[in-house]
């Protein structure tokens, strides 16, 4: 989806040590240090696994891995470093028996930002599910819900994106009183109640989009099924933004 916004300021400092969560405090190992999802990997954090041709990756088991790993990613692409990971023959006959990605990533269907591109991930590695506006329904929640209850992944990222067209179009019609077309009137309903009416013009655009993430990442997380894989410290839902601008993943609190 695609309209124009100002690149987002980075994300404020997390609480303390003293005060997080486990969770939270998991949040911060993998998703802080300058906002930016890559961070770790920019303090020389080791990623979560090294490429070796021909050979399939160590697969990161802990939420905690699969964030360093994403770090890593997002790292090697926006620096122009992209290694294309897991698409070599040995890999791809290794996937005709199962899979196991290491994390769901729910983002929008904008062709501007796949995730297996973002992230620099291959074949196998990451359960992608995309809605405009990473709007949630049955079909949406569901598909999650398979990823961590069928697969057992360990980390749900719901990633929003710089100038996200669905949100500028809930966001005007909103502020217009008109209707959108069809079926894309819905996807404006569903972000509606996360528009931030404080800010006015494209500010308003680029907080809401923070803010949907949040409300996403919100009703994900009260999901029975996956609130007690959280609960038990085996999940982690996260919420991240892509700044088009310079490519960097960067947390969303």
């Not at 961070?39 to 979560?48: D, S, Y």
């Not at 699969?66 to 997002?74: D, F, M, P, Q, V």
């Amino acid at each position: 989806m695609n309209s124009d916004v100002a690149p987002h300021r980075s994300v404020g400092p997390e609480p303390t040590a003293s005060t997080a969560t486990p969770r939270r405090a998991l949040l911060r190992a993998g998703l802080t240090g300058g906002a930016a999802l890559g961070a770790g990997v920019a303090l020389g954090a080791a990623p979560a696994s090294a490429a070796v041709p021909g050979v399939p990756r160590h697969r990161p088991g802990t939420p905690q891995e699969a964030l360093r790993e994403l770090a890593a990613g997002n790292r090697r692409w926006r620096t122009f470093r992209e290694r294309h990971p897991d698409e070599t023959p040995a890999v791809r006959r290794s996937l005709t028996s199962g899979q196991h990605p290491f994390a769901v990533i729910l983002g929008c269907v904008d062709s501007r930002v796949p995730p297996e591109l973002v992230f620099d991930q291959g074949l196998g590695d990451l359960l992608t599910v995309r809605s405009a506006g990473e709007v949630l329904d049955e079909a949406v929640i569901g598909s999650v819900a398979y990823g961590v209850l069928e697969l057992g992944i360990p980390l749900i990222l719901v990633l929003g994106h710089q100038s996200c067209g669905a949100v500028r179009a809930a966001v005007e019609a909103d502020a217009s009183g008109g209707r959108l077309p069809a079926h894309i009137q819905y996807l404006a309903d569903q972000i509606r109640p996360a528009i931030d009416r404080t800010k006015e013009g494209d500010a308003r655009i680029d907080a809401t989009i923070d803010a949907n993430v949040r409300a996403v990442r919100s009703r994900l997380a009260a999901e029975p099924d996956l609130a007690a894989k959280v609960e038990s410290g085996q999940l982690v839902i996260a919420g991240a933004r892509y700044e088009l601008a310079g490519q960097l993943v960067h947390s969303v609190d």
